[in-house]
């Protein structure tokens, strides 16, 4: 999969609305190039307000999050938040527990879903240019994480009096 196969794919979801951040969207130059992928369904969200369930990620932040060595030419980082119970699931233990289980991990892999190098304890996982290993699963895990944005969203948003 490539990265646009992925915000192809994500943008037809229902209510989804994907965003590479630029110049043009007022995102930190840090995040230019990076694509956040939200539940917007009625697509009048402001930017600032998006809290997105998936990101695709092309460069390490450095002093930050550098685990995955991004800068490798070629390589990019599809983001996911699975929540706890799939996080378990998928990897064996929970995301409370993933600062245990990561000194065995090689966050520079291609193709393996792992736990997320920053943000595993919030239930994300990650996978680097998902292929043939992960493609079935990733696109599972973006429709997942939909449904889940869009159970939120409905269940944080005002009544209409």
Known sequence: MTEDEIIQFAAGLPGTVAVTAGEDTGAPEAAWGDTFISYDPHGDAPADRW???ATIVTKDY???DTASDLNRPGVFRLNIAVGRKRFEELLGHPPAAAAEHRAGIDFTVTDRILPHPAYAVQGWVCVLN???ATGPLARALLEEARDRA???FERTRPNPA
Request: charged share 35%.
């Open 62 to 64: 450095e002093g930050f």
């Open 150 to 152: 869009a159970e939120r």
């Open 130 to 132: 998902p292929g043939e």
């Open 51 to 53: 809290q997105p369930f």
